[in-house]
Nanobody
């Protein structure tokens, strides 16, 4: 399966972005998909995940600000990011969970203060 993240950009603190993850296979048949991020000098971390039943989990650092969702008719997973902070600056990736496959290029999110 191939997953391609898009929608990143430069935004001021407090702003919003919506990331999209296009999946090459039917998301309805997949287990969990996650959004991950990697900031410079830091390890990649799981930000949010959504399972086939629609249940979601979030990292404490983004809880209440980020929302993950999936549209099985479009084979797409979204990450709505609100109240962005400079510490959210990172390359964001989408991948399967709990066993990520090959990592794509990701999409850069830069939050200025």
């Amino acid at each position: 399966v191939q997953l391609q993240a898009s929608g990143g950009g430069l935004v001021q603190a407090g702003g919003s972005l919506r990331l999209s993850c296009a999946v090459s296979e039917s998301t309805a048949s997949m287990n969990a998909i996650g959004w991950y991020r990697q900031a410079p000098g830091k390890q990649r971390e799981l930000v949010a995940r959504i399972n086939s039943g629609g249940s979601t989990n979030y990292a404490n650092s983004v809880k209440g600000r980020f929302t993950i969702s999936r549209d099985n008719t479009k084979n797409t997973v979204y990450l709505q990011m609100n109240s962005l902070k400079p510490e959210d600056t990172a390359v964001y990736y989408c991948n399967t969970h709990p066993k990520p496959q090959g990592w794509g290029q990701g999409t850069q999110v830069t939050v200025s203060s």
